[in-house]
C-alpha cells in the first residue's frame, strides 16, 4: 500500500525527471547552437550555464534515487534484482565523477588567450557523450523499474 511519504518522493522524482529531461534538451540545444553571429567565446559561456544547471539537477535526481527512491523500493520487492540496483548506482557514481572533471575543463578553455577550436570540440563531445550515457542510464532504470513492478511472479493457484 502506498503511503503519503512514498507517493511525495514519486511526485519528487517525478517532477525532477522533468526537469532534468529540460535541461538536457536545453544542453543539446546549446551544444548544437550553429548561428553565424555566435562566437565560440559566447556559446561556451552558454555551456557551461546549462551545464552547470544539468550537474545540479542530475545531482538532484541521483540522490532523491539513492536516497528512498526506487532502489530500496526494488530490492523491497524484488531482492533478487540487487546487481541491476548497483549497476546503476555506480552509473551514479560515474556520472559525478564526470561531471568533476568536465566542468573545469570546460572553464579552463577561458584562460587561453588563443582561442583552440578543438579542445572546444571534445569539450563538447564529452558533454554529448555523457548526455547519451545518461539517456541509457534512464532507459535501464524504466526497464528495471518495469521488471520489478509489474513482473508477476505467479503463486495465485
Same mark, same amino acid.
Given at each position: 500500500?502506498?503511503?503519503?511519504?512514498?507517493?511525495?518522493?514519486?511526485?519528487?522524482?517525478?517532477?525532477?525527471?522533468?526537469?532534468?529531461?529540460?535541461?538536457?534538451?536545453?544542453?543539446?540545444?546549446?551544444? &548544437?547552437?550553429? *548561428?553565424?553571429?555566435?562566437?565560440?567565446? #559566447? !556559446? +561556451?559561456?552558454?555551456?557551461?550555464?546549462? /551545464?552547470?544547471?544539468?550537474?545540479?539537477?542530475?545531482?538532484?535526481?541521483?540522490?532523491?534515487?539513492?536516497?528512498?527512491?526506487?532502489?530500496?523500493?526494488?530490492?523491497?520487492?524484488?531482492?533478487?534484482?540487487?546487481?541491476?540496483?548497483?549497476?546503476?548506482? &555506480?552509473?551514479? *557514481?560515474?556520472?559525478?565523477?564526470?561531471? #568533476? !572533471? +568536465?566542468?573545469?575543463?570546460?572553464?579552463? /578553455?577561458?584562460?587561453?588567450?588563443?582561442?583552440?577550436?578543438?579542445?572546444?570540440?571534445?569539450?563538447?563531445?564529452?558533454?554529448?557523450?555523457?548526455?547519451?550515457?545518461?539517456?541509457?542510464?534512464?532507459?535501464?532504470?524504466?526497464?528495471?523499474?518495469?521488471?520489478?513492478?509489474?513482473?508477476?511472479?505467479?503463486?495465485?493457484?
Amino acid at each position: 500500500m502506498a503511503t503519503l511519504q512514498g507517493n511525495s518522493t514519486i511526485s519528487t522524482s517525478l517532477v525532477e525527471h522533468r526537469i532534468l529531461e529540460h535541461v538536457k534538451q536545453a544542453l543539446r540545444i546549446t551544444l &548544437d547552437w550553429q *548561428a553565424p553571429e555566435v562566437t565560440i567565446p #559566447r !556559446k +561556451l559561456s552558454s555551456l557551461q550555464f546549462t /551545464l552547470t544547471s544539468f550537474q545540479r539537477h542530475l545531482d538532484r535526481v541521483m540522490s532523491i534515487e539513492e536516497e528512498g527512491g526506487y532502489m530500496r523500493d526494488v530490492l523491497d520487492v524484488k531482492p533478487n534484482l540487487q546487481c541491476q540496483v548497483e549497476c546503476l548506482a &555506480d552509473d551514479h *557514481a560515474h556520472f559525478r565523477a564526470r561531471m #568533476r !572533471k +568536465l566542468l573545469p575543463e570546460l572553464n579552463s /578553455l577561458n584562460d587561453w588567450n588563443d582561442w583552440d577550436d578543438a579542445r572546444f570540440e571534445d569539450a563538447c563531445n564529452c558533454v554529448r557523450a555523457l548526455l547519451d550515457d545518461v539517456d541509457r542510464h534512464d532507459a535501464r532504470e524504466i526497464e528495471l523499474l518495469e521488471e520489478s513492478l509489474w513482473t508477476d511472479d505467479g503463486g495465485e493457484g
